[in-house]
């Protein structure tokens, strides 16, 4: 169905809005429906595109500005401190691939230090007053964070270094 600017209404908003939850095929989890958030960023791009429309004199419908606007509340899990601490206390072969991978992954969730930093450790991130520092690649600011138990033991088990991540063959 070809849609013009006269197409985007307060009925369009609600039934597009509903396909994409129930309908829409979702290439990572493989099965119909999107996640809410998923939903509000996909009719906040066209919303977007209609304003600009708008206000470049292209589109005069403003139906759109009906749809409801407000972020939904994340549908997305975490893993609570617990759930961390259980997975650092597991046992895994030692040196294999998915316990540096582990290791690597921890270190990041309890450091807060992105993935691109991490790759870039060096022993000498660590003061004498047990604390990382660091550029963040992606923000371009110096980052200070404490050390703590979790990371403190990473760190130790590598003699200060972080291991390098493998690919995991199958």
């Known amino acids: 169905t070809p849609l013009m600017f006269e197409s985007f209404t307060e009925d369009f908003g609600s039934e597009f809005k509903y396909y994409l939850l129930t309908e829409h095929y979702n ?18 791009s066209i919303s977007s595109f209609l304003n600009w429309a708008f206000r470049k004199g ?3 419908n403003v139906e759109f ?10 549908d997305l899990q975490y893993l609570t401190e617990p759930q961390l601490r259980k997975l650092f206390e597991h046992k895994l072969e030692p040196n294999s691939s998915f ?43 110096y980052c200070t964070v404490g050390l703590n138990e979790v990371t403190r033991s990473i760190l130790a088990k590598y003699d200060g270094k972080l291991p390098i991540q493998n690919d995991v063959t199958a």
């Open 27 to 44: 290439y990572v989890t493989k099965q119909k429906g999107v996640s809410n958030g998923t939903v509000h960023n996909i009719l906040k």
């Open 58 to 60: 292209l589109n005069q």
């Open 65 to 74: 500005k009906k749809w409801e606007r407000k972020k939904p509340k994340s």
């Open 99 to 141: 316990d540096k991978t582990r290791d690597l992954w921890l270190f990041s969730a309890f450091s807060g230090m992105r993935w691109g930093d991490i790759e870039k450790w060096l022993p000498s991130n660590v003061t004498s007053e047990g604390l990382i520092k660091y550029n963040s690649e992606k923000v371009k600011k």
